[in-house]
């Protein structure tokens, strides 16, 4: 068995907590044309196409047919933790899962559940190039974290106690930014720092959000830096709105990556784009090509794989290398069959 194997197997079993979303996601596909007795129907292949057709109707009206294609689990939480849970890692979800009991698209999950809410509601658009969202709106409470506490009272518990927390989709969630906050100013500031435990951050996309906002959660990820090692993980165009908004406008990645550490204090951000991943630490940059798929079976929830393999690699202790080359194996293998792999699989194809 090779070191690389031997230490993901050694971290299977550790305990991850992940909060605070989830949706259910119906999988569509737009129609361009409709079928008829000669051809079936054909679809929209790439966003950009989508987009001009959109424009040409702009001061007009149009409909536009879906070929609906699933029901399933969405959001970040739910696709991260299945990913890691489905690795081995003891994996536990307090999110929007069900109200009053745990909605059964999210039953399967290898992960112990935690319900403070309905789940929210999400039409996932799917092309060649990558996928549109639209989601409603989910209301914020009063006090987010008394509302998730009084629901599930064992939450502060199950963020103090895990080797490694991740708080997912900050950008959809007006709830997020206080919740966060509330992990850290009362369960993580009142206890002693330990640099080898982690804290896991995917924000989503945040083009709709302001500079102001986006600095206040970069610096809040730093305050968590102060008590475990915090990670940010971006796609391409999440890091590329950081750099237009935070850091003088530049698109060089590695820039807008040393930037980001530098000015908020977290040690470490990874970038995924669809062909290459790097990864800024304290060590240096890791750079190294994706497994780029042409065809892809599905594409929503990728990222979230991406990121589920790159906390079990943390655990495992993994060099920068190993840790970008088996996220993106796992990933690559999840879009190209639409369906989470095994640790064996992942193993397998290294």
């Excluded at 989503?204 to 986006?214: F, I």
């Amino acid at each position: 068995m090779s070191p690389l194997h031997a230490a993901v197997r050694r971290a299977q079993g550790k305990r991850v907590t992940v909060g605070f979303d989830g949706f259910i996601d119906t999988i569509a596909r737009p129609v361009r044309r409709t079928a008829s007795a000669a051809a079936p129907a054909e679809h929209f292949p790439t966003i950009p196409d989508f987009g001009r057709y959109l424009a040409e109707h702009g001061g007009k009206s149009c409909s536009v047919a879906l070929t609906v294609e699933r029901r399933q689990l969405g959001g970040n939480l739910p696709h991260l933790s299945r990913a890691a849970g489905t690795l081995g890692l003891d994996v536990s979800c307090v999110g929007m899962l069900g109200d009053p009991a745990i909605d059964p698209v999210f039953r399967d999950m290898p992960c112990r559940l935690y319900s403070f809410a309905p789940a929210g509601q999400a039409t996932a658009l799917e092309f060649a190039d990558g996928k549109v969202f639209l989601a409603t709106d989910v209301p914020c409470p009063p006090d987010p974290w008394a509302y998730v506490t009084a629901r599930v009272p064992e939450a502060p518990a199950l963020f103090r106690d895990a080797d490694l927390i991740a708080l997912v989709n900050w950008s959809e969630l007006d709830l997020s930014q206080p919740l966060w906050e509330a992990v850290f100013e009362q369960v993580l500031r009142p206890g002693p720092a330990d640099p080898g435990r982690y804290a896991f951050f995917d924000l989503c996309d945040c083009t709709r959000r302001t500079s102001d906002e986006l600095g206040r959660v970069l610096t809040l990820i730093g305050a968590f830096g102060q008590k475990r090692t915090a990670v940010l993980s971006l796609n391409e165009n999440e890091a590329l709105d950081c750099g237009r908004k935070l850091v003088s406008g530049t698109s060089c990645l590695p820039e807008i990556m040393q930037a980001l550490r530098a000015r908020y204090g977290m040690q470490e951000v990874l970038v995924h784009t669809l062909h290459e991943t790097l990864l800024q630490t304290p060590r240096g940059l890791t750079r190294m090509p994706t497994q780029f798929v042409p065809q892809p079976k599905i594409s929503t929830g990728a990222g979230d794989h991406f990121n589920g393999a790159s906390c079990l690699a943390l655990l495992a202790g993994l060099p920068d290398a190993d840790r970008v080359r088996f996220a993106g194996a796992f990933a690559s293998a999840y879009v190209r069959t639409g369906r989470t792999p095994t640790l064996d699989e992942t193993l397998d194809t290294l």
